[in-house]
């Protein structure tokens, strides 16, 4: 049977210091067991996919189980440690800073740990940021916030100059938290590191709010998003149902995936569209989405939308130029604004009375503190990132996989980004929940 290694995670070298841990060498003693290196999980659980290997004779893909290890590459005591946040706010960042710190003190006895302040730009001095010295007492409380005590920013740094800020403040390991662009620039340190030949692991804490990180099966703050827009969709009904073909219109958050939009819908099933930036809908025509949503009105006298930022941008001018933010985002235009026009001048035209309300509460979201489920994912997130950095892992993030906490290379994650399959289970629960027509 042939095997080759897709998710092998990059390590500095022999790990070969015993670990603080008092943990246990074997099962069946009640004391939870170090992961062994051959622990791993599966990438694909199907029927299908373990016939196809047992077929071709080949081992299936796997990736590594996280969790403490027996043996460090790091000695904890002379380990320092530094923690950045990047990109936009998301539920949860102060969490994972803070289980950041807890683990690495309480764990591994680790005396100094870095925070390094408002994103990439904190590892360019002539940016003039300070670092941020952590503390168990420092971060104790934080979880209680949204946004980071850290601050971030956007955009891309001088990977060179940064490695140079970790050699020369003695960094060991770099916790890094963000997104697709985040994670990029990790790998990219992560390479220049390695070219170096200089003993830093870099860890990434994948976090965005869109959930749109590929492989793994959710990212942080993505659950508190739906769960706080769940209210103001509630409260957006009652506007809709107030009035004679009331129509409410709300926008979420989700530049390339509708994930936050999908969810909502499902989580609250008085919403009667939900349109995404995965599906090329069109809004006239007899099968277009203002003849559904006429349809609506007839029979139901109100409908709520909800629609994520990133829809509907096949329906602007092609030939206004676009822009970029400081990450090399495209500066989507307000899909929002633009149904509210259409959908008025289509009713006026029909003389038909419509009275339309427009609710944007994008940035209320992503600045929410984390829900208890999401504080429990970032705690766990935290920890094994902290052992699997001990261990000498490097280059890798921390995710959930068919419910197991498993480390993969960055490189593997970044290649594209996670969206709705139209086609699938996820999608037709939402559409189950609206009622809408499958294609518009």
Same mark, same amino acid.
């Given at each position: ?65 996280? @969790?403490?290890?027996?043996?460090? #590459?790091?000695?904890?005591? $002379? ?16 969490? !994972? ?26 590892? &360019? ?9 952590? +503390? ?22 001088s ?16 916790f890094?938290?963000? @997104? ?28 965005? *709010? ?19 827009a ?10 809709a149902?107030?009035? #004679?073909?009331?129509?409410?219109i ?5 530049r ?9 819908? &499902? ?7 939900v349109?995404? /930036? ?5 809004l006239?025509?007899?099968?277009g ?19 994520a930022?990133?829809?509907g941008?096949?329906?602007f ?7 970029t933010? /400081? ?24 003389g038909?009375?419509? +009275?339309?309300?427009?609710?944007d509460?994008?940035?209320? *979201? ?9 504080s429990?994912?970032? $705690?766990?997130l ?8 001990m261990?000498?892992? +490097?280059?890798?993030?921390? @995710?959930?996989?068919? $419910? ?8 593997? !994650?970044? $290649? ?8 699938? @289970?996820?999608w ?9 027509p499958? !294609?518009m």
């Amino acid at each position: 049977m042939t095997f080759e290694n897709l998710y092998h995670i990059t390590t500095l070298g022999n790990a070969e210091k015993s670990s603080p841990l008092r943990l246990s060498k074997t099962a069946g003693n009640k004391i939870f067991s170090f992961i062994e290196e051959h622990d791993q999980v599966l990438a694909d659980v199907s029927i299908k996919g373990f016939e196809t290997c047992l077929q071709n004779n080949v081992r299936p893909a796997c990736f590594e189980k996280a @969790g403490p290890r027996e043996k460090l #590459f790091f000695e904890p005591k $002379n380990v320092t440690a530094a923690i950045v946040t990047c990109g936009g706010l998301c539920p949860g960042l102060n969490n !994972v800073i803070r289980s950041l710190v807890m683990a690495l003190h309480y764990f591994y006895d680790v005396k100094r740990i870095i925070g390094v302040r408002y994103g990439y730009e904190g590892l &360019i001095p002539e940016h003039g940021h300070d670092f941020m010295k952590l +503390t168990p007492e420092k971060v104790k409380d934080i979880h209680e916030f949204g946004g980071t005590i850290l601050g971030s920013s956007r955009g891309a740094q001088s990977v060179p100059k940064m490695v140079d800020t970790l050699k020369d403040n003695h960094i060991n390991m770099l916790f890094t938290i963000g @997104g697709d662009g985040t994670l990029k620039g990790t790998n990219a340190i992560g390479e220049e590191i390695e070219r170096r030949g200089l003993d830093i692991a870099v860890v990434g804490i994948p976090k965005t *709010i869109d959930n749109d990180i590929d492989l793994i099966d959710k990212s942080f703050g993505f659950e508190t998003a739906f769960d706080v827009a769940s209210p103001i969709i509630r409260d957006a009904h009652n506007e809709a149902t107030g009035a #004679f073909n009331g129509i409410s219109i709300v926008k979420l958050m989700g530049r390339d995936s509708g994930f936050i939009a999908a969810s909502t819908a &499902i989580a609250m099933p008085v919403v009667n569209f939900v349109l995404v /930036p995965e599906m090329a809908f069109q809004l006239d025509g007899e099968k277009g989405f203002l003849k559904a949503l006429e349809h609506r009105l007839l029979t139901k006298q109100h409908a709520l939308i909800v629609v994520a930022e990133g829809a509907g941008q096949h329906l602007f001018d092609s030939d206004t130029a676009t822009s970029t933010d /400081p990450s090399g985002n495209v500066k989507h235009r307000d899909i929002g604004l633009l149904l509210k026009e259409r959908i008025k001048t289509y009713f006026d035209a029909a003389g038909t009375q419509t +009275t339309i309300k427009y609710i944007d509460p994008s940035y209320i *979201i992503r600045s929410a503190p984390a829900n208890a489920n999401d504080s429990l994912f970032c $705690n766990r997130l935290a920890y094994h990132a902290v052992h699997g950095a001990m261990a000498g892992k +490097t280059k890798f993030i921390v @995710g959930r996989l068919n $419910n197991r906490f498993v480390y993969l290379p960055i490189s593997k !994650v970044v $290649n594209k980004r996670k969206k709705i399959d139209l086609e699938g @289970g996820f999608w037709f629960a939402a559409l189950q929940s609206t009622g809408q027509p499958y !294609v518009m």
